[in-house]
């Protein structure tokens, strides 16, 4: 028996076109399996708690596609992303690298009592990034973590985490922060 030096690697994926006209209805995107960009939250009125998808890339594609024909008046007030209004109410989505803050009980009944000019410790310790989703999971690290020291051991066998520091799942109480590229916080989105 010989000795095995290669293994070829099959991995399932969906291409799709990009367009119809021209020359993109010969180029094609392919996402790679699991690879999840865009994680919804919407808030149920009934249940009076948040419900929570994984939006496939084909989809987000085809509804930007469908989006760039809208005036752009009507541009600004459609989300980004295909809303589902059988969850619920659309609060906002999350995508790779976005930063949330996970606020106390009392900053969730008085959210006006926050001042993110000036950025407490505290405050800066329940900043997160988030780092992926599956279906109706979402996962996020520390926003002072480069990277983990000892892998799979401090935070869990991903790497991530879906609860903060003070056991609070992340997803269920958390506000979109929109940074600009100086790390200014511009909008805090509930």
Known sequence: HYPIFKVRIFEAGKRFKIGDMGNKDKKYVEAAKGTNLFFAIYW????QKR????VPLIKVV??????????KEEQKTTPMIPVNN??????FSLSPNDLVYVPTE?????????????IS????????????SSIAQCFFISNYVAKSIQNKIEFS????MEKSVEDIMIKER???LDVDRLGNIKKIIR
């Open 44 to 47: 149920n009125e009934e249940k």
């Open 106 to 118: 009392d900053e969730l009944i008085n959210p006006e009592l926050i001042d993110f000019t000036i």
């Open 86 to 91: 059988e969850k619920g109410k659309f609060l």
């Open 51 to 54: 419900e929570f998808e994984t």
């Open 174 to 176: 958390c506000w979109k």
């Open 121 to 132: 410790k505290d405050q800066a310790a329940r900043i997160y990034k988030m780092v992926s």
């Open 157 to 160: 066998a991903l790497n991530k």
């Open 62 to 71: 085809e509804h930007q596609k469908w989006r760039t024909t809208l005036s």
